[in-house]
Each structure stands twice: as structure tokens, then as C-alpha cells.
């Protein structure tokens, strides 16, 4: 039998890659890397690993096989429009992945390994006279600009400053929830569960009190359907798991977490 904080707190460790996992995910990177500076290193400023690798808050590609690791190519100028740009990264990747699934998925490039999916974001930083420096990556199609700003260092440092501060909690609490929206079909965009993550007060004790805290922040004003069907799921399921550990009803709370957030078998 198990309380509802020791299912949460296992949970979440079997959401995390494990040490050797990574190991081989950060060679691929490495490799990746030295292509990608072997092939336009005088037209480069940086290649950086951010997203939720970068912080730690990726899912395991058992858990989302869409899991990803983000490159960032950062050049020194903006010499192309985004389309040029994304087409000369295809044909390098294509040859440099021959064997690999390499397509244009706007606006990155993806190669789909065995072991992870990477995607290739190109980008440079537009300067400003009187302003700070804006990093830009190509806008999503549906945007009528060519370009959008980014900013994911303040995005991971946000994390980091909450996570610490709360314990360690956080990025638990964001690997859970990413959990249960995949489940749902990801009604929501990945950084959106971080930043609302980031954005709440919680009550400083354990991973149970967070989970609950967090879905209870959660509104459906002005959500879509899907998402408006995950809020509600998930208010149910608290306040029935609530219930169960007012009545003492210990040996159905497991039973009642396996039906929304099943444990992963290893």
C-alpha cells in the first residue's frame, strides 16, 4: 500500500533519464556539435543545447517518444531569410545523417535517431542601439513576421532559481504534469507547463502538497477543449484521491493513481 507522496515522489524519479542515457544523448550532442562547427564556423557565434534537456525536465523517450534535444545555432548575422537558412541545415544534416530520418519540420530541422529526436534551430542576435540585444529564431508559420524573439536562458534561469528555492521540487512537480499531458495528447505546449510552474506559490513541504497546489492554480478560463477536458480530469482526480486519504482508504489511492498517472515498468 502507498500514500499519495511516495507514488508522486517514485513516480518522478522514473520520469528522469537515467545516468547512462544521458551519457550516450550527450555524446550524440557532442558529435552534432562538431559537425555543425566543422561545416560554418566562420558564419558562427555558438552552438548551444537548451529546451527541456538543457533543463532538465525532459521526459524519457519511453515516456514521450516525441522527447527532444534542441541545438541552437546561433550565426553572426541574419545573411538569409529563414527558409534559405533551414534548407542549408537539411542538406547538412541529410548528408551528415544519411542513414537517419532528417526532414524540415518549420522552424527546425529534425533528425530522428534511435535514441533521440534533435531539432536544429537556427538564430542569430538583432542589435539594438539603444535597447539590449534580442535573440531571434524563425517565426512559426502562421506568423506573419519572418523572425520572433527568444529568450531561453532567462526561461532556465527562472527554473533553476525556483527549483532551488523550493527545494528541489520543481522540477519534479513540471515532470509530472508533462507526464499526464502526454497522456492527454499534449494539449499544452511544454514551456507553458514551466512557466506556469515557475509563476505559482507552493506550500513548502512535499511533492504531494505541489501537485495539489499546482492543480489547484489551474483555470479553464479561456482555455480550448482539450485543455478545459485536462483541467477538469485533473481537479477530479485530486479531489477523489483527497477523499481516499481523509476515509484512510490506503489501499485504493494507489489504485486510483495508476488510473491517470500509471507508474512506468521498468
Request: aromatic share 10%.
Amino acid at each position: 500500500m502507498t500514500d499519495i507522496n511516495s507514488y508522486l515522489t517514485k513516480l518522478s524519479k522514473q520520469l528522469s533519464i537515467g545516468k547512462e542515457e544521458r551519457e550516450e544523448i550527450d555524446k550524440s550532442i557532442d558529435f552534432l556539435k562538431g559537425k555543425i562547427w566543422e561545416k560554418y564556423r566562420d558564419k558562427l557565434l555558438t552552438v548551444d543545447v537548451f529546451g527541456s534537456y538543457d533543463r532538465r525536465t525532459e521526459l524519457p523517450q519511453s515516456v514521450d517518444k516525441n522527447s527532444d534535444v534542441d541545438i541552437l545555432v546561433i550565426f553572426k548575422s541574419n545573411d538569409f531569410q529563414p527558409s534559405t537558412i533551414l534548407k542549408h541545415l537539411y542538406e547538412f544534416a541529410d548528408n551528415q545523417y544519411s542513414k537517419s530520418n532528417v526532414m524540415t519540420d518549420h522552424p527546425t530541422v529534425v533528425i530522428e535517431l534511435k535514441k533521440i529526436r534533435f531539432e536544429i534551430i537556427p538564430a542569430y542576435w538583432e542589435t539594438y542601439f539603444l535597447s539590449d540585444d534580442e535573440l531571434k529564431i524563425p517565426a512559426p508559420r502562421n506568423k506573419e513576421l519572418k523572425w520572433i524573439t527568444t529568450d531561453p536562458a532567462k526561461l532556465k534561469n527562472d527554473l533553476m532559481d525556483k527549483n532551488k528555492k523550493e527545494d528541489e521540487m520543481i522540477i519534479p512537480l513540471i515532470k509530472l504534469i508533462k507526464y499526464f499531458n502526454t497522456l492527454q495528447g499534449k494539449p499544452y505546449e511544454s514551456h507553458l507547463i514551466e512557466r506556469f510552474a515557475i509563476s505559482r506559490r507552493y506550500p513548502e513541504k512535499q511533492l504531494q502538497d505541489y501537485f495539489f497546489k499546482f492543480i489547484e492554480n489551474l483555470d479553464t478560463d479561456g482555455q480550448n477543449e482539450e485543455q478545459k477536458i485536462f483541467i477538469e480530469e485533473m481537479k477530479n482526480r485530486k479531489e477523489n484521491l483527497i477523499a481516499l486519504e481523509k476515509r484512510n482508504l490506503v489501499e485504493y489511492i494507489e489504485q486510483e493513481l495508476q488510473k491517470f498517472l500509471p507508474l512506468i515498468s521498468v
